[in-house]
């Protein structure tokens, strides 16, 4: 069926996000509180890891709608044009997310990194653990930490340059209509993607890998990737629906692109990252190498079993099933629960990466049953209410922020020369 609108009859209340403001004050102040109550409820070197957890939740969303924005300069796609300025002001949120490293800085500055990332005291890393301090000394090079602060300036900082270059040429071009920025940006995008692998991969390494210094993986960095793509694609469709709600956008956004939104987040979010998550698994478990699979060791212990049993259900096979029909994906009600169900999971994920701690004697055990009764009293953790207050407050950061540049710049990216063929797009 054509499309009942063009560039030219758009109501401009359907675009305009000005009423948008106050709710986005008053998302971000609810945000503010509940990250202030988190950190009063958690404590200690759990404290610190919830902490990572909940910045990194966010943080990996606006890396998943960044690289949205990227790709879609990339390839010069015209369907996308509609949604683009939702995911333009998701990825605008790295421009200030920098800021929730700084506590982590304040642990570098105090030195007391090792809190958090034990290779950072290689002494007290001998003491506990001798034989994993052997092999993490060989990687001193990399993970001290000075260099370490180095790099994570960098990726933040390039992070907030690629997000400002887009989200700024965009807005800007609502104004002057100007094609050459489309071109500018299509031409940029081929070594912003570059600059957005290299980052994301080694933020991956230190944040997250570098957590169980003696544990490497080659695909981690590609894994984290997927991670991003599953929480951004999500979000971007989910911010959507919700503005339709409410009345915005109203069919501007059709389920013709909410079709395409769900093809990107089932190849991505769910079949890429299964692939991946598998590959990594079965090669590490073939290789049989002991310094790789206490990493999954660990995670199959008390409640963990359960959680990675949760997260192989939650994020694969459920979201296959329910996204693999166009109907799922067309159908408003359907898609964001399924959105909704991923998000959920991509935070799931998340801890399932940072939290659970390898312990130290697990190469003392003479059988996998004896590791899992001595551990079986493991928990995760996950319900507990600052990892929770901190988790959410991010999350309402995160849709304050979005929701104030929507508000500033606009639900459409009206000056772009492709809105008429995004207006008229229909899937095949």
Same mark, same amino acid.
């Given at each position: ?17 000005? #009423?948008?403001?106050? !709710? ?14 988190? $950190? ?36 010069? &796609? /015209? ?5 683009? !300025?939702?995911?333009?002001a998701l990825?605008?949120?790295l ?42 000394? @060989? @990687? ?8 370490? +602060? ?10 907030? =340059?690629?997000? #400002? ?15 050459? !920025?489309?071109?500018?940006?299509? @031409? ?7 600059l ?22 080659? +695909? ?26 409410r ?17 990107l987040?089932f ?16 090669l ?16 199959q ?21 329910? $996204? ?7 159908? #408003?009600g ?17 801890a399932? =990466?940072?939290?659970?701690?390898i ?6 055990? &003479?059988?996998?049953?004896? =590791?899992?009764?001595?551990?079986? /009293? ?35 990216? @009206?000056?772009?020369? #492709? ?10």
């Amino acid at each position: 069926m054509a499309h009942a609108l063009n560039a030219n009859s758009i109501p401009a209340s359907a675009i305009s996000g000005e #009423r948008l403001a106050p !709710r986005a004050r008053a998302v971000a102040v609810a945000g503010a509180a509940l990250v202030l109550a988190g $950190l009063g409820l958690a404590g200690g070197g759990a404290g610190t890891k919830a902490w990572l957890h909940a910045w990194l939740f966010a943080t990996s969303i606006s890396l998943g709608a960044l690289f949205f924005v990227i790709i879609q300069h990339l390839t010069r &796609a /015209g369907w996308s044009v509609v949604v683009r !300025r939702i995911a333009e002001a998701l990825a605008w949120n790295l421009s200030w997310l920098w800021l929730g490293f700084l506590p982590i800085a304040g642990l570098w500055w105090t030195g007391k990194l090792d809190t958090l990332f034990p290779w950072a005291n290689l002494e007290h890393l001998r003491q506990v653990a001798p034989d994993e301090a052997a092999l993490v000394a @060989k @990687k001193a090079a990399y993970l001290n930490p000075a260099f370490f +602060m180095i790099r994570a300036a960098v990726y933040l900082v390039v992070w907030a =340059l690629l997000a #400002r270059f887009f989200v700024a040429n965009s807005a800007a071009q609502d104004s002057d209509h100007s094609v050459a !920025r489309s071109q500018t940006m299509s @031409k940029w995008a081929g070594p912003a993607a570059i600059l957005f692998g290299l980052t994301t991969t080694f933020a991956a390494f230190d944040w997250i890998m570098s957590l169980n210094p003696a544990w490497f993986s080659t +695909m981690f960095g590609v894994y984290f990737f997927a991670a991003c793509a599953a929480g951004g694609f999500s979000a971007i469709a989910f911010t959507g629906l919700r503005l339709q709600q409410r009345g915005l956008l109203r069919d501007v956004i059709t389920p013709e692109h909410y079709q395409d939104l769900g093809k990107l987040l089932f190849g991505f979010g769910v079949v890429f990252w299964a692939y991946i998550a598998f590959s990594q698994y079965m090669l590490i478990w073939y290789g049989n190498v002991p310094e790789e699979t206490t990493w999954f060791l660990a995670r199959q212990v008390g409640q963990w079993r359960l959680v990675s049993a949760a997260l192989l259900f939650g994020h694969f096979v459920i979201p296959f099933l329910f $996204l693999i029909s166009r109907w799922t994906k067309r159908w #408003r009600g359907t898609l964001l629960f399924g959105v909704s169900w991923m998000l959920v999971f991509h935070w799931v994920d998340l801890a399932y =990466l940072i939290h659970p701690v390898i312990p130290h004697d697990i190469g003392s055990f &003479a059988s996998y049953d004896a =590791l899992q009764a001595a551990y079986a /009293g493991e928990k995760s953790g996950l319900l507990q209410p600052g990892l929770l207050a901190l988790s959410i407050g991010f999350l309402f950061l995160l849709l304050g922020g979005t929701l104030a540049r929507l508000a500033r710049t606009g639900l459409l990216c @009206k000056g772009d020369p #492709r809105l008429a063929e995004s207006l008229r797009f229909e899937n095949m």
